[in-house]
């Protein structure tokens, strides 16, 4: 038997289900549903996504199988419409639409009226005028509405078919609708018409005709009279727009495979522009914006879809508690139409109930009768996500497990920080783009100084946003007085990137575009000048810069939430830890569920968090020369680092902590300001000029991949010593206070076991010494960042002497694809752009290269060390996918930034119940 | 049956045999089989390299089973000499000496005269004087010599074993030898004499007194008076001194691993000493330094081993033919002791007759006997080494598979550039050490600038050496008139180390220790300061920087190196390609044997071989803004890059030339000098400002993994483009000339196949249109480097794209290892010092990681496309384990620096020999 491509879907009757998604595309599976369900679906027919493939395989042609199966499917929808496709007295017209087996809005092509022709035009006339024959009020009224439909038939026909999917890629302006419309512009001031409602079906009979002729002109083909040709033209139309620009951006975005197809669904027309008894609107089964359980839309009377979305007329709510400020005054269609309303009504419950979420529903009336065009899974704020999860667990609809899979991690951000509105937001355009380093939104004025940001903020209270080229450890006060940072340089990474995500601070870095000039205090963008004072605002979360303040949802308070992770953890099979370096990061972590830090980066306390003399010393450190220098000035940093580590463990009191060796290029802390070094100079007992020299010295070329990491410490193994016996007596002072830290000392940078080997006798001997001073045990276990190919590829050895490996994704990225991830912006957009990438492997794993070595690592390493302890700590940490691919590799902990731990926990529970384990 | 760990020899009789050199070390082998062939070998026995690791492995302790089989060997050694070990009468004295699977000359100890004791010294006196009794002289002449032996057993036994064995570590210039030597020189002082052998018997037994007693104060143990206890001793302190840390120095330079061991030799003692019917002496049975076919060797009258090596007294030469300028005046053995010469002739054919290869012999004469201590395969210089194996060749000693082994590839280098005379060079301490970019030696006067340098070499026609703190393009005239090149900066892919090795020119870079100041024209290091025009000795194969004048010895036409070279291709299966990228290296690659390029570089041409102007051109590129800008600019350049790829595909006419697109990070070739800034600026019509602010954009935290190679060619597909159509264009035209042009077009840094997808149909159209302009087929085939982790891993992925692999494994080992090769030099030397790394990754392929990379893809890459040519092109392709690696892993070729080739053909052949595939 051959395969089947056409599926029939009509009154009470399908081919499809809902469950055929895949095969039919969310909408059309909908469609079968619904029309199974008995709710008013106007009959027609999907061809299949897998169709799509096979279209693009043979080149853009159809076949002939399908042209008898989509004859047939035809035959069976004009029997059930009682018309005819191309009947010139009875004429069926229909759309024809695109629809994935995820929701893409607005990506595809869609293309409306299609059967409108010569031949149809005057049967659908009289067709409208039925019993009225001779009424020159009723000719006028459907004369303008068939060629009001023709007309734009027309314009979507010779731009989705004739010119996009032809890959035509017309001049600025210069695109067949523009032209088009240029045309019906210049008609209705010609008329002084203004609005399009005074067109005439004279005038749009006229303009039809002026169409055709720009159609032949421009794009050297007539447009087609024959509804066959329109209605393969638009099939294939839909298929291409899968290929489309808009579509494969958006899908690069949303991680959706290229090879799934678009299925395209014939559906027959209704009119809800049949005048003022027929309408058109969407709703949604609940508050898509709070979750509210009332139903929420809007509809227009005398319109067809595409008005609504269109935003010419400004949509009427469809009940009261669909009105806002804009909308109150117009007319609800529970009050114009009470009857359909209350039909409506009756369909969103039949679909929650069947369905057991949100949906999203378009309608139109077409003279009094409901016709149900669509429905699916409403898209919904984190906020409504939460609501409706928990309203419907309580309702009985859904199951625990159901619920907690109904909140995407992601939206979780909302929820813990201020966003920009994201209903406004798409109708702005960002000035530059950056990394997104600090989640959520910021908007303030421009400062370009820390000392500015520090002023504006306390002494005039202003919300400023903090812009530099990078920052340093001199401009922390600037930056905690800030709302938002942003730099054109750095990393994801640099200094501001780690500063700003430990404080949940919304941040972009390496914004490459803007040009900072702090002399001036000017920001050039793109020929554009700011200055000091101008309102820039952040999406931090998405890395986009705006001109002037765009509006921000703040962070609510939610009580639910704490409810809502509960009940996720119920399901959790994997803890979650935090990277975080002080005391307050570390409680906010406590606070949002840590179990445990799997990452506190001594170099942190030098971010100048830990004020400024720790950071001198370390200054200091950097710049001696001989060893007898560097001794001394490691026991002067020593209580430095002893008490920071003491404060952390103290917070985490019970709970795992990761105390990782120092690991940057020292260099990255020398000063460049002439005063600090006059200074470090005098601090160090040499001159001016041996402090550069110094300084010179230690530039590299490539400093990630440079002295750093373990390789300090193999040159300095005193350095390595101090910091261990800082954790160990931090330890063992704490123990002696009655409390139960649980320290993890961590090797960073390995490539090699012996590096574990040099530095494991310094920590051995450390520790009995320790024990010995305080005379008591200290349990520290010992292990090593897996963060260097080589470590991974040599697992089994590197298990041989670690006792924990811990994933150090952000470098193991860098050095597995040879990215830089500071310099990255370089190139990253045109990757993505040219779909060399399909998505940016510093936000998830690569599963196929970074993550393959991961596999390696686990597998080699678990088999010299079976109860080896696997984590990871590098930013990926928090990311929702990179959780799954963790669990999926059976580690035993993830660790992210504090105000990411509520998205590990929830991605790290739907991995679980995905799985099948809870 | 316990394990037997001692083995003896003795005349004409013996345990072991020369094939047992992993069990008894080279020496203790040697003596074994010398016994076996009737050599006059003093009897003695050989405690086994396994028993040096079990005696590890017991913390340094004897066992009985070992005392027991010592004992049974030692009383056969008396019987066989006619003498007991420790007899007051008639006492045996012996030697014990280390002896490794592999020589390590001078690395490990020997202590002498074990034996000699209060209870001894008498009745070796009274030996001495047998039948002098009451003779004075003969008493004066016995006591000397008896208390001499003490006196040096006492220093070389409280040195070796009391102190180094024990780890006692003396201040500088306070160990126990030298505190000995001081009284030693306190005492001639005091009685007036100049040299030792004015000692007195009375002066040399009141030294041994005072000996004993600063043995006892400084190391707080008497000096043993107990034969046993001193043997038992020094056994150990053989032992031990296989961890010592000469010998850990010298193994992991040489690559010998830990666990190998060292046997100990316990010999007889015989005495060259013995008055003037005695001598010591080594002797060569070939010419060590030209491999000429005569007995080679110097002889001390009247003296111990020791002597000779010591160079206190400037010894005698063996015959006429070993005479040189030093010792021409002195006295031969065969004038002296003719009878013994001929004996030690005799030996000499026994042992080349049997060893069939050149042998390093030991001998001494004790009252007119000959005895030989003993014979092992002698160093040689490259030259001898290729001249002993021709002619042992044709005297049918060695077939034709030993004759192309017994040269080290890596010897071929002397033959190739002029070298730092090795004798000479280990006399000096460097200065400095830096990566050994370009082998050979080099001495001249330094300059520090490019200018100076052509001036002083081309005008005053001084031979200079160019220091820089790093060269750019602008050096190129001042390097090719150096003879040598240092600069305190860079690493082994730095400007100067790429251009160097093209040119085979010495050059040291990355000497981090320089300061170059080339304002003042000043080099410091140390506290020293070298103006212009001081002398420096670079050894380039090493990277070592001396003070002064170090002699040269000159690379000597070898007329038979081309006939040892074609015996070596008689034997080699996998062919050798060059580097090269300008028709003057190109040539040289092919007069060395180069069988196709396999590594042209276009940026080759912007390193100012190719003139100023491609550079300047490169220059606009790199700093146009718009792609208006670029696409005119990279017009421009096009002309230059076709007649650069043309000059090499016609000297490489009917041989494979793989050329790379575009690869480093474009900011390497902005200028930093003012006036070509302003010059720039002006050509591309921009003020300077402007150039400045796009200079600055360029600048990467990380270049080595930014903006680069293919990445550059997607950023700008223009630029792409344009490389490919000169290729093609160059192909063609040579092809209409009627030659033959292999080309092959390589990809580089790719970490995904889309990369190679993405130029692929560009690299297909223009192909098409290049053809359809000439009239003919090019062809060329499509490949791409593997450098990147990821590729490597993928490489099924890769293959499916790429036609062929070329292994690029100096990026490979920076990112698999995370080492920035341009600034390893930061923590490399800690590194090896300390044992963490055994060998320098960058140059010899590290098996367990880079290897293991390369081997996932060999077998990926294969299993796609089995046909899958498969190279290497990073430096590592003219190292000799490298070579092996690549021939292991059935690589299609290697490809290496012109001056390389002959080294990678010879290890080739060896590869192919050693695996028995020749």
Not at 157 to 184: F, H, N, T, W
Not at 398 to 404: G, L, S
Not at 613 to 630: G, S, V
Not at 675 to 692: H, M, N, P
Request: glycine share 10%.
């Amino acid at each position: 038997m051959a395969q089947k491509y056409v599926y029939w879907f009509g009154p009470n009757e399908a081919d499809g289900n809902a469950e055929m998604r895949d095969l039919l595309g969310g909408k059309g599976a909908n469609l079968a549903e619904m029309a199974r369900l008995g709710l008013p679906v106007p009959a027609g027919f999907t061809i299949t996504t897998e169709y799509c493939n096979r279209f693009f395989k043979e080149g853009g042609k159809f076949d002939e199988g399908l042209r008898a199966e989509v004859a047939a499917a035809l035959a069976k929808t004009e029997a059930s419409m009682g018309a005819k496709f191309g009947d010139p007295d009875n004429p069926l017209l229909v759309s024809c639409r695109s629809g994935a087996r995820r929701s893409m809005p607005g990506m595809m092509e869609t293309v409306l009226n299609v059967g409108l022709c010569s031949r149809t035009i005057p049967g659908l006339i009289a067709q409208f005028m039925k019993g009225q024959a001779g009424n020159p009020a009723a000719k006028q009224l459907a004369g303008r509405f068939v060629y009001d439909s023709y007309r734009r038939l027309i314009m979507m026909y010779s731009d989705v078919v004739m010119e996009k999917a032809e890959g035509i890629e017309p001049a600025e302006g210069q695109g067949i609708r523009q032209q088009l419309e240029r045309l019906m512009d210049e008609l209705k001031e010609r008329k002084g018409y203004k609005s399009d409602v005074e067109l005439t079906a004279e005038d749009l009979q006229w303009l039809c005709e002026k169409f055709k002729e720009k159609v032949q002109q421009v794009l050297g083909r007539p447009f087609p009279d024959d509804p066959q040709q329109q209605l393969w033209g638009a099939i294939a139309a839909v298929f291409k727009s899968w290929n489309g620009k808009r579509a494969v951006a958006y899908r690069r975005i949303e991680g959706i495979p290229d090879d799934w197809g678009t299925a395209c669904n014939v559906q027959s027309m209704v009119f809800g522009n049949k005048g003022e008894s027929s309408s058109t609107g969407v709703g949604f089964t609940r508050n898509p914006a709070t979750g509210e359980n009332t139903f929420y839309g809007e509809w227009l009377p005398n319109a067809q879809g595409e008005d609504v979305v269109a935003g010419i007329r400004t949509p009427c709510p469809l009940n009261d508690a669909s009105k806002n400020e804009q909308n109150k005054h117009l007319p609800t269609l529970e009050q114009s139409m009470p009857e359909l309303y209350r039909q409506l009504v009756g369909v969103r419950d039949t679909l929650e109930r069947h369905y057991k979420d949100m949906q999203d529903i378009e309608f139109t009336i077409e003279e009094k009768k409901l016709y149900i065009l669509q429905c699916r899974a409403g898209k919904r704020t984190g906020t409504a996500a939460l609501n409706i999860a928990m309203d419907m667990l309580a309702e009985g609809l859904i199951d625990e497990r159901t619920a907690v899979r109904r909140v995407d991690p992601a939206q979780l951000d909302e929820l813990l920080h201020p966003i920009v509105d994201p209903a406004q937001e798409k109708n702005y355009r960002p000035i530059a783009e950056g990394l997104p380093a600090g989640p959520g939104g910021a908007c303030g004025k421009i400062v370009f100084t820390s000392d500015d940001a520090v002023r504006w903020a306390r002494e005039k209270g202003e919300r400023v946003i903090l812009v530099r080229e990078e920052t340093s450890p001199e401009d922390v006060d600037g930056m905690r007085a800030a709302a938002g940072i942003l730099t054109s340089r750095g990393g994801m990474t640099c200094h501001a990137a780690l500063v700003a995500r430990g404080w949940g601070k919304c941040c972009i870095v390496g914004a490459a575009a803007l040009e900072v000039d702090p002399i001036a205090k000017e920001l050039r963008v793109d020929g554009k000048v700011f200055r000091e004072g101008d309102v820039l605002t952040l999406n931090g979360t998405r890395g986009r810069v705006y001109q002037g303040a765009l509006p921000l949802i703040e962070a609510g308070e939610n009580p639910r939430f704490r409810e809502f992770m509960a009940l996720a953890d119920k399901f959790r099979r994997m803890p979650v830890r935090a990277n975080a370096d002080d005391p307050p990061a570390v409680k906010t972590a406590r606070s949002f569920g840590a179990e445990g830090i799997g990452l506190f980066r001594i170099e942190h306390m030098f971010y100048g968090a830990g004020g400024e003399q720790p950071l001198f010393i370390l200054r200091k450190l950097i710049l001696a020369k001989t060893d007898e220098e560097r001794t001394k000035v490691i026991d002067e940093l020593a209580p430095h680092v002893e008490s920071d580590i003491y404060a952390t463990l103290e917070v985490m009191d019970g709970l795992p902590v990761t105390v990782r060796l120092l690991d940057p290029p020292l260099h990255e802390f020398v000063p460049n300001d002439p005063t600090e070094r006059v200074e470090l100079a005098k601090g160090l007992g040499i001159t001016l000029e041996e402090l550069d020299r110094r300084a010179k010295a230690l530039h590299e070329l490539n400093p990630m991949m440079g002295h750093r990491g373990v390789r300090l410490g193999i040159s300095y193994p005193y350095l390595t010593e101090m910091q261990i016996r800082a954790l160990l007596r931090a330890a063992a002072r704490l123990k002696e206070e009655g409390k139960n830290p649980k320290p993890e000392l961590m090797v960073p940078v390995t490539c090699t076991v012996k590096e574990l080997d040099f530095v494991r006798p310094i920590f051995d001997r450390v520790k009995q010494e320790v024990e010995k001073e305080f005379g008591l045990a200290v349990d520290c276990s010992y292990g090593t960042m897996i963060e260097i190919p080589r470590a991974a590829l040599l697992a089994d050895q590197m298990a041989k002497s670690a006792e924990f490996f811990s994933f150090g994704t952000n470098d193991l990225t860098q050095m597995c694809y040879g990215f830089s991830r500071d310099d990255i912006g370089g190139f990253l957009p045109t990757y993505m752009d040219k779909r060399i990438l399909d998505f940016d492997p510093f936000q998830t794993i690569d599963p196929e290269g970074v993550g393959q070595l991961m596999a390696i690592a686990v597998e080699r390493g678990r088999k010299v060390r079976p109860e080896l302890k696997i984590g990871i700590c590098g930013e990926h940490g928090g990311d929702p996918a990179t959780v799954a691919f963790c669990y999926k590799l059976k580690f035993s902990y993830v660790s992210c930034s504090p105000y990411r731990i509520p998205l590990a926990r929830l991605a790290a529970a739907h991995a679980a119940i995905a799985a099948g384990d809870a």
